[in-house]
């Protein structure tokens, strides 16, 4: 990616751009770095006084890789398109659609945002400037952010001026251009996978930092209170990091449906949040008046309620999964019977009523009551995808409905939608897989950081014990030894369970992040390793009261 795209990209001159933006970002880091060092003079010394100094740095590389980072997030979001793209333009060129009209309907479609913006040019480019479509495609092709469009858009020109017909192209390009989706999916799960194996990594190095952090002011007297405060900020640092690189890296390809119509799941999900939320103040109020419940056991009690939310998420999210399953046979089916029906999609729907399409049938039923009532058939279609809650089927339908009101060939149409969707449910598979063995690393992951964490504090609690009763010779005193009075082992072991719980947040929200479901449902897991953490607390207390005799 060059400059040059990526300023035309952000739309300004390279001289605007360093006026108004990059010159005051620097600008403003040289000056706060001064200001630092002036109001501030005793703090930054020694080593420490090169901190200030990265400020100007880090400005410096953030005006210089801006322009490049927005013209990446344009090519991802163009490349994560490009399957209901290709989709939409095969469906449409099965009605005989002109060329132009093809370009200017999937130019229409918002969902696409930068794809639909880069699809208009080429429309204004043939219509306002009088280009031929073949030049139009090549010269937006040299100016996409997106090496898959950019292929494409060369391909489409070849094709157009060699005089191949434009349906018999794009039929031919749905292969290609899903293989090339195909080939990009695969890569971000690879990349999830190895953010998988960075973020173990780096969990246990934190994991000894933290122990080192609990025993280290015993042997150096520092101040263990501040220790395990940088121990907190450090975890939840690396944790939000690694929970934005995975937000990054994952495919953008969310189960959910994206429409705003508010369907009976939505309902019963916005609902479940007030409830776990009334629940999670009853079981609070009761354990703190109760009072003597070790304080993680308290609070994974007290956060309990919050998986009625998380369930009804993943059991709505598991039938929105199975629909997916079921669509692209109801789709060829459907395709299939209505061509053999003369096109007629109502008559065709009927006939479809007596089979069964697992959790699909009903929603299958309610099409067919709102199409026979002959109000407004797109508005049929758009609330039977809603109701699905899937936003593959959301995605597709539109298509198909659309492809078949301009005169296209059910039966085709309904292959192409069958078949592409097929393959992105494939992929989906391969995400789900991925997601699931992510879910045993980090519970595996909580329980190893409770455990180190928990027994260190025992530790350092046995040696307070132990040495604060010790009688020592005469001229001799505890802190030749050992640094008794470090502060309160209460608080450090809250601090310890504030860790455990900003983790478990985290981490639960990353699983989310990787499988692409909605974000309530990670309120399970972060229940599950708030109790994780909680019994991994009593587990290692109990250990460590019995093995090293702590009272």
């Not at 103040?281 to 939310?309: K, R």
């Not at 009927?350 to 109000?375: C, E, M, S, W």
Request: a neutral charge.
């Amino acid at each position: 990616m060059s400059y040059e795209m990526a300023f035309k990209c952000i739309g300004m001159e390279p001289k605007d751009y360093a006026k108004k933006f990059a010159i005051p970002i620097i600008a403003f880091g040289f000056i706060f770095a001064g200001v630092l060092y002036a109001l501030l003079p005793t703090l930054f010394v020694d080593k420490t006084k090169l901190i200030p100094a990265l400020i100007p740095i880090i400005c410096i590389i953030f005006a210089a890789y801006y322009p490049l980072t927005i013209l990446a997030g344009k090519a991802a979001n163009i490349d994560n398109n490009m399957h209901y793209y290709i989709t939409q333009m095969g469906a449409i060129s099965t009605a005989e659609t002109p060329r132009l009209d093809i370009i200017r309907i999937v130019s229409e479609n918002k969902d696409y945002l930068n794809l639909a913006e880069d699809t208009h040019k080429i429309y204004d480019l043939v219509t306002v400037w009088n280009m031929s479509l073949a030049e139009a495609s090549r010269f937006i092709s040299k100016r996409t952010p997106s090496i898959i469009f950019e292929d494409f858009l060369d391909r489409f020109a070849h094709a157009l001026q060699s005089g191949e017909e434009v349906k018999d192209f794009l039929t031919a390009e749905q292969n290609v251009v899903m293989n090339e989706y195909e080939s990009m999916y695969n890569s971000a799960l690879y990349g999830i996978e190895m953010i998988k194996e960075l973020f173990i990594s780096l969990i246990m190095s934190l994991i000894f930092m933290a122990s080192f952090a609990v025993i280290m002011p015993v042997i150096t007297g520092m101040d263990a209170i501040l220790l395990m405060a940088l121990v907190i900020v450090v975890f939840v640092v690396v944790d939000i990091m690694m929970l934005f690189l995975a937000k990054g890296k994952a495919p953008k390809d969310p189960i959910w449906q994206q429409t705003n119509i508010i369907t009976p799941a939505k309902i019963k999900l916005y609902r479940s949040v007030p409830i776990s939320l009334a629940g999670c103040a009853i079981l609070g109020t009761i354990v703190y008046l109760y009072g003597a419940i070790t304080p993680p056991i308290a609070i994974a009690i007290a956060l309990t309620p919050l998986m009625y939310t998380g369930h009804v998420a993943k059991t709505i999210e598991k039938g929105i999964r199975r629909r997916d399953d079921n669509y692209p046979a109801f789709i060829r089916s459907l395709g299939s019977s209505a061509g053999a029906r003369g096109g007629v999609i109502n008559d065709a729907l009927k006939a479809l009523r007596a089979h069964d399409f697992g959790p699909l049938t009903k929603d299958v039923d309610n099409l067919y009551k709102q199409l026979t009532t002959r109000i407004d058939k797109f508005k049929s279609w758009n609330y039977f995808a809603a109701n699905t809650g899937s936003n593959l089927i959301q995605r597709f339908s539109v298509m198909f409905v659309e492809a078949t009101n301009l005169g296209g060939k059910p039966e085709i149409v309904g292959d192409i939608i069958a078949t592409n969707f097929y393959r992105i449910t494939a992929l989906r598979k391969k995400r789900y897989q991925s997601a699931s063995s992510m879910v045993g690393v980090l519970y595996g992951l909580t329980g190893g950081i409770a455990f180190t964490l928990y027994i260190s504090v025992g530790v350092v609690e046995l040696m307070q014990s132990m040495f604060s009763t010790m009688d020592m010779s005469s001229g001799m005193s505890i802190g030749m030894v050992v640094y008794v009075d470090i502060g309160s082992i209460e608080t450090m072991g809250l601090m310890v369970v504030f860790i455990m719980l900003a983790h478990s947040l985290l981490s639960s929200m990353l699983i989310r992040v990787v499988d692409g479901g909605h974000m309530f449902g990670a309120a399970t897991d972060f229940v599950i390793m708030a109790w994780i953490g909680g019994i991994s607390a009593v587990v290692t207390k109990v250990g460590v009261s019995s093995l090293l005799g702590i009272s």
